[in-house]
C-alpha cells in the first residue's frame, strides 16, 4: 500500500476541526451546534488514529484513547439533547439565541 | 491610660446596642456610650495635662508621643496596631466626644430603624478615635476606612431631599480620596527602605508603616515629590480641598442631622488631621515644594467658597459652603508651613467643628419643626423659639469670627501665621482669606436677619415648640466649648503647642 | 507702685460685663423688672470706679518731668504667636484711655438711667440692659487696650453690640436691614484694620502699642524701612510700607467713625432705640474711630502721606454732612449728620500732626469729649420729643417749648454749644480745632469754617422747627403714621399711659446733668492734661481767632431764625432756589444708591451668582461626568455579557489561540 503522507490526513482532520467549529459558532439550531460539535471530535478521533498508525505504529494508545472519545461523545450527546429537550420545554424554540437570559 | 479604650467603648457601645429592644433602651445605651466616651476624653486630658507638666510640676514627659502602645499585626509586613497621643491628637478626641454626645442627643427623635442609626453613628466615632490615637500608617488607614461606609448608609437611609445620589456620591469620592492616600501610604511604605528604620518585632525588615520611624527616616526626594500629591489630594478631598469639595454641598444637606454634624464637625477633619501628620510631617521637601499649590487652592477654597455661600437658598447648602470655606482656612494656614499658621489650622479644625456641629444641630431642629430649609419661607423664628434662634446666632457669630467665640483664635492665629511667611504672593494670598471675612459677615446675616429676626414669615409657625431638653443639652454642650475656647484660648494654644 | 494702684480699674470694663452675663441668662424670667436697676447700678459703681482712677490719675499720676506716663496694668498673654509676640489682655493707663473711660461710663450711665423712663413697659427690658451692658464692657475694653489686636477684639465685640441693639425692634425689616448694613459697612473697614495690623506686626513682631510706637516711630526709622517686599525697601507702589499699614488701619477707623465713603450705616442705624443711639451713634462707639487713630498719633504724624488723607477725608466728610443734614426732615437722621460732621473735625485735627503742629491732638480729644457730652444730651432730648409726639419728622413737631419746657433748655444749651457759641464748651473745643487747621492748610480751614456756619444752620434749623414755628398749644400732630422706616417707639413701648403727662424723673435727670456738664466742660484746661507726650501744655485762651467762627455761627443761626421761626414759605423758595442741589442733598447724594449697585448687580450677580453657577455645573458637572463617563464605558463593554453560549465559546477561542501565539512567540 502507497503511504498516503501524513500531512495530508492531518490537512483533513484540521479542515474538519475548523468546519466544525464554524458551525458551532455560526449555526442557530442547536441540533445543528451538537452535530458540528461531533465533527470537531471525530476529527480528534482522525488526529489520534493518524498519529498512533504513523508515527508509533507498534502501540495502541491512540487508537484506546479514539474509542474513549467515541463513547464519551456518544455521553455528550445524550445529555446534549436532554438539555435541548428541557431548554424547548421552557423556550418552546430550539434556536440558541432565545436562551440569552443570563446577560448583563 | 490605655488608649484602646477609645475605640474599645464604642464597639461595646455598639454590641450592646444590637441585644436591646424598644427605642427608648436603644438611645439610653448610645447616649451613656457618648457619654462614658466623653469622661474619657477629659480623663485623657487631664492624665497628658500631667504627663507634660503643665501646671508648675517638674518638668513632665517631653517625648513626642504619650501612652503608646503598640502590639504586632502583620508582622511579616511590619504592620503593627500602635497607638499613642500628642497634643493635637488629645484636642481632636476631646473635639470628637463633644461633636459625639450633641449628635446621639439631637438624634434622640428618630423613629425609624433606631437601633441600626444608632449603631451606624457609633462605629462612625470608633472609626474617628482610632483615627485619632493610630501611630500606624496602616492602622489609621484602615480607622479612616471603617468611617466611610456608614456615612453612606446614613445618608441613604435617614437623609431627606436627592439623598440617594448625595450618598452615592459622597461615598464615591471619600473612597476614592482613600485610594490616592493607600497610594501615597505605599510610596512612602516602599520607599522607606534604610537599614534600622524598624524597631521592635522580628526580622527588622527594610520597609515599614510606622509613623515615627518614618518621621526620623528621610524619605528620598524624589519619592517623596511623586507621593505627596496622591496623599494630599487623598487627605484633601475628605478636607474639602478645591476641586474635589463637590461632595460637601450634597452630602451634607441630604444627611439627617446627626451625620451632617459627624461629617462637617469631625470627618473633614479627618482629611485636615491626615494632610498634617502624613502628608507633611512625613515629606517636608515635597510639602515645600507643593506649598504654593496648596496656598493657591486654598484660598480659592476660602474665596470661591464664601461667594457661592451668598448665592445659596437652602440653610443647609449654606453651612455646607460656609465649612468649605472654613476648611480652606485649615489647608491654607497647614500649607504656610509656618509653626503659627499650622497651630492656626489645628485650632480651626476644633473650632470649626464645634461650631458647624452646633449649625447643624440649630439647622436641624428648625427643620424638624418647620419641615422646610429654604430661608424664604422661614422668618421671624426669634420670637417663636428662642433658644434654638439664640444658639443658631451664636453659631453665626462663631462663623463670622466674633472675638470671645473660638472662630477668632483660629482665624486670627492662621491670618498671622500665614502673614508670617515672606513672599508677595503669600501676602496677596493671605489678604484674600483675609477679605473672606466680609462675605462671610454678609451671608450669615443674611440668613440669620431673614430666618430669625423679622417678621414672622407663615401663621403656621406661631404654634411650634422650642428646644427639647436633649436638644437644649446639646446646644448648651457646643456653646461650652466654643466659649471655652473663644474666651480662653491660651490653654488650646498650648496644648497644640506641646 | 503707681501700676498696683489702678489696678481697680480692671473692675470697670467688668462690672457691665457681670451685667451682660446675669441679664443676659437669666434677664428674662428672673430679674425681669428689676434689670433696669441691675444694670444701672453696675455701671453706677464702674463710672465712680472710673471718676477716681481719673482724679487720681490726673492730680498726683504725673510723672517727675511733670508729663502723664502710660502705664500698664495686667499682663495676660492671651493668645500668643510666638516667643514675646502675643496678643495681651492688657489693660493701658495714660491721659486718654482714662478720660474715654470716664467719658464712656459716664454717658452709659446717662443712657441707662434715661432708658429706665423711656423703655419701661417694653416687653425685653432685660434683654436691653443685658446687651447695653455688653456694649459697655466692650467700649470700655476698647478704650483701656494696650494691645493694638486686643482693641481689635474689642471693635469687633462693639460691632456686634451695636448690632443686636440696632436690631432690636427685630420684627421689623427695616431694622434688621439696617443693623445688618452697619455691621457689614464697619467689618468692610474692619478688614483693613486688620491688614494694617498684620502688616506694621509684621517684622517688629510686637502687638503692644507702646513697642509698636517706640520702633515704627521718629526713633525706630530704619526698622520702618526695612519692613515689607523684599528688594524694595520697604516701599510697596510709591509708598512706604508703614504708611499702607497706617493708611488700612486708619480705614478701619473711617469704618466706625463714619466717615465717607463708609458713613451709609450711620443714618440707618438710627433704626435702634433713641437712648441708644445717643449711646452708641454719638458719643462713643463712632468715636472709637478717632481714638485709634489719637493711639497711634504718633507714628500718623511722621507718615506725611497718611496725614494728609486723613486731613482731606475729615473735612470733606464734615462738609459732606452737614449739607445733607441741610436737607433732612427726621429728627434723628438730622443729628447723625451732625454727628458725623463733627466726627469729621475730630478726625482732620488728628491729621493736622504732620506738619509739626500737634495741638491739633489735644483739640480733638478736647472736642471729642464736649461732643460726647452735648451729642448725647441733644438725642435724649430727641428721644422726649419722640417719645411726646410719637414720630421722628419735623413736621409733625412745633410749638414745643411750652409743653417741653426743660427740654427745650437743655435743647437750646446743646444748640449753642455745637454752634460753638460761647461760653459753652463748643466753643472752646472747636475754636481749637479750627486753629490747628489754620497753620496747617488754610484750605481745610476755610471749609471747617463754612462748615461751622452750616453747623450752626441746621441745628437751628431743627431747633425753631421743634420749639417755635406754629404757636404753641396747637395739637402736635398725633398721627403716629409716619412711614415704616421711622421707628423709634417699639410695638409694645407705650404702656407708659402717662406720656401726656410730665416726663418720668429718669428721662429729665440725664437730661438736666448733661447740660449742666455742657455748660462748664468748656472750662477745663484740657491741654494742661491730654497732649500727644503727656507733658502738659499751656492753654491759650481764646483769642482773636475765635471771632471768624463765632461770627459764622451767628450768621447761621441769624438765617436759621429768619426762615424758619415763623412758619413761612421761605424755606420752600430757598429749595426752589437751590433746586438741584437741594435735591441732591437730599438724596444724600445717591451714594447708598451707587453701594447698592455695586453691591447688587457687580458683587452679587458679578461673582457670587457665577461662582454658585460654576459650583453647582462645572466643578460638581466634572464630577458627575466622571461618573457619566464610567457608567457609559460599563454600557458599551456590557455587550460582551450577551448571554449567547456561541459569543462566549467564540470568545474562548479567540483567548486560546491568543495565549498559544503568546507562547509559540516566548519560546522560540
Known sequence: MNQVPLIH????????????????????????????????????????????????????????????????????AAVAIAIIINLYRNLRSIDVETADEMKF | MNLSLLVIVPLITTVLLLFVRGQSGVRRIALAGVSIQLVLAFALLGLYWQERGVGGTAAGNASAFLFEYRHAWFSALHIDYHVGVDGISVAMILLTAFVMVGAVLVSWTIKSMTKEF????????????????????????????????????????????????????????????????????????????????????????????????????????????????FLFIGFGIFTALFPFHTWVPDGHSSAPTAASMFLAGISMKLGGYGCLRV?????????????????????????????????????????????????????LGIGMLTRTAVNGAVMQMISHGLMTALFFAAIGMIYDRTHTRLVERLGGLLKIMPFISSIFVIAGLCSLGLPGLSGFAAEITVFMGSWQHPGGMYHLA????????????????????????????????????????????????????????????????????? | MPNAAYLIIVLVPLLPLLGFVILGLFGRKVVKNYSGGLGTALVFFSTCIAMWVGYDYFATGAGPDGAYHAFKVLNIHWLSFGPGFSI???????????????????????????????????????????????????????????????????????????????????????????????????RFADLGFLIGILILSFQTKTLGFGELIQMLGPGGQSIADGLGVPGARGVFLGFPVVSWGLALIFVGGAGKSALFPLHVWLPDAMEGPTPVSALIHAATMVVAGVYLVARLYILYANAVDVSQLILYVGVFSAFLAALIACT???????????????????????????????????????????HAFFKALLFLCAGVIIHRVHSNEMKDMGGLRKQLPLTHVCFLIACL??????????????????????????????????????????????????????????????????????????????????????????????????????????????????????????????????????????????????????????????????????????????????????TKKIIFNGIGRPAAWIDKHIVDGLMNGLAKGTAAVSASIKGFQSGKVQDYAWFFFIGIAGLTVLFIYIYT
Not at chain 2, 515629606?283 to 448665592?311: D, K, Q
Not at chain 2, 430669625?452 to 437644649?472: F, H
Open chain 1, 9 to 76: 490526513i492531518l490537512f483533513v482532520s484540521t479542515a474538519l476541526f475548523f468546519i466544525g467549529m464554524y458551525g458551532l459558532f455560526t449555526r442557530r439550531n442547536m441540533i445543528m451546534m451538537l452535530m458540528s460539535v461531533e465533527l470537531i471530535l471525530n476529527s480528534v478521533n482522525i488526529n489520534f488514529v493518524a498519529f498512533n498508525k504513523y508515527l508509533y505504529p507498534e502501540k495502541l494508545e491512540g487508537v484506546f484513547f479514539t474509542l474513549f472519545i467515541i463513547a464519551i461523545a456518544a455521553a455528550e
Open chain 2, 118 to 229: 444608632f449603631v451606624l453613628l457609633l462605629l462612625l466615632s470608633a472609626g474617628a478615635y482610632g483615627f485619632f490615637i493610630s501611630l500606624d500608617l496602616f492602622t489609621l488607614f484602615f480607622f479612616l476606612e471603617v468611617s466611610v461606609i456608614p456615612k453612606f448608609l446614613l445618608i441613604g437611609i435617614w437623609g431627606s431631599g436627592r439623598k440617594e445620589y448625595a450618598a452615592m456620591k459622597l461615598a464615591l469620592m471619600l473612597m476614592a480620596g482613600s485610594a490616592m492616600v493607600f497610594i501615597g501610604l505605599l510610596g512612602l511604605y516602599y520607599n522607606t527602605g534604610v537599614a534600622g528604620g524598624y524597631v521592635a518585632g522580628a526580622a527588622g525588615g527594610p520597609h515599614t508603616f510606622d509613623w515615627p520611624a518614618i518621621a526620623q527616616m528621610q524619605v528620598p526626594v524624589k519619592a517623596q515629590l511623586l507621593f505627596f500629591p
Open chain 2, 279 to 331: 502628608a507633611v510631617s512625613l515629606m517636608p521637601a515635597a510639602a515645600r515644594e507643593y506649598s504654593p499649590f496648596i496656598v493657591g487652592l486654598a484660598t480659592i477654597a476660602i474665596i470661591y467658597g464664601a461667594f457661592a455661600t451668598m448665592m445659596q437658598k437652602d440653610l443647609k447648602y449654606i453651612n455646607a459652603y460656609s465649612s468649605v470655606s472654613h476648611c480652606g482656612f485649615i489647608l
Open chain 2, 430 to 498: 493671605t489678604i484674600l482669606a483675609c477679605a473672606s471675612i466680609v462675605v462671610t459677615a454678609v451671608y450669615i446675616l443674611r440668613a440669620t436677619g431673614q430666618t430669625i429676626m423679622g417678621p414672622v414669615k407663615d401663621a403656621e409657625y406661631n404654634g411650634l415648640t422650642d428646644a427639647t431638653w436633649n436638644e437644649r443639652l446639646a446646644g448648651i454642650l457646643l456653646v461650652a466649648g466654643i466659649i471655652a475656647i473663644g474666651v480662653a484660648p491660651f490653654w488650646l494654644n498650648e496644648l497644640i503647642n506641646k
Open chain 3, 88 to 186: 495681651d489682655m492688657d489693660l493701658l493707663v495714660d491721659p486718654i484711655s482714662v478720660m474715654m473711660a470716664v467719658v464712656v461710663s459716664f454717658i452709659s450711665l446717662m443712657v441707662h438711667i434715661f432708658s429706665l423712663g423711656y423703655m419701661k413697659g417694653e416687653q425685653r427690658y432685660g434683654t436691653y440692659y443685658a446687651y447695653l451692658g455688653l456694649f459697655t464692657f466692650s467700649m470700655l475694653g476698647l478704650v483701656l487696650s494696650a494691645n493694638i489686636f486686643e482693641m481689635y477684639i474689642f471693635w469687633e465685640l462693639v460691632g456686634c453690640s451695636s448690632y443686636l441693639l440696632i436690631g432690636f425692634y427685630y420684627d421689623r425689616p427695616s431694622a434688621v436691614a439696617a443693623a445688618k448694613k452697619a455691621f457689614v459697612v464697619t
Open chain 3, 328 to 370: 433732612q426732615s427726621d429728627i434723628k437722621r438730622i443729628l447723625a449728620y451732625s454727628t458725623m460732621s463733627q466726627i469729621g473735625y475730630m478726625m482732620f485735627a488728628l491729621g493736622t500732626g504732620s506738619s509739626g503742629n500737634t495741638s491739633g491732638y489735644t483739640a480733638s480729644m478736647f472736642h471729642l469729649f464736649t
Open chain 3, 417 to 598: 454749644a455745637i454752634s460753638g457759641i460761647p461760653p459753652f464748651s463748643g466753643f472752646f473745643s472747636k475754636e481749637e480745632i479750627l486753629s490747628a487747621a489754620w497753620p496747617t492748610n488754610k484750605f481745610v480751614y476755610g471749609l471747617g469754617l463754612f462748615t461751622s456756619g452750616l453747623t450752626a444752620f441746621y441745628m437751628f434749623r431743627l431747633y425753631f422747627s421743634v420749639f417755635w414755628r406754629r404757636a404753641p398749644g396747637i395739637a402736635t400732630s398725633h398721627h403716629g403714621a409716619t412711614q415704616l422706616n421711622h421707628g423709634a417707639i417699639a410695638p409694645n413701648h407705650g404702656a407708659t399711659a402717662a406720656h401726656h403727662g410730665s416726663t418720668p424723673l429718669s428721662m429729665r435727670l440725664p437730661l438736666v446733668i448733661l447740660a449742666v456738664c455742657t455748660v462748664f466742660t468748656g472750662f477745663i484746661p484740657f491741654s494742661h492734661y491730654i497732649t500727644f507726650d503727656g507733658r502738659p501744655g499751656e492753654t491759650v485762651g481764646p483769642g482773636l481767632n475765635a471771632i471768624p467762627p463765632v461770627a459764622t455761627a451767628l450768621l447761621g443761626i441769624g438765617m436759621a431764625a429768619w426762615l424758619y421761626k415763623k412758619e413761612n414759605s421761605r424755606p420752600q423758595q430757598a429749595a426752589e432756589a437751590f433746586r438741584g442741589l437741594y435735591s441732591f442733598a437730599r438724596h444724600k447724594f445717591y451714594i447708598d444708591e451707587v453701594y447698592l449697585f455695586v
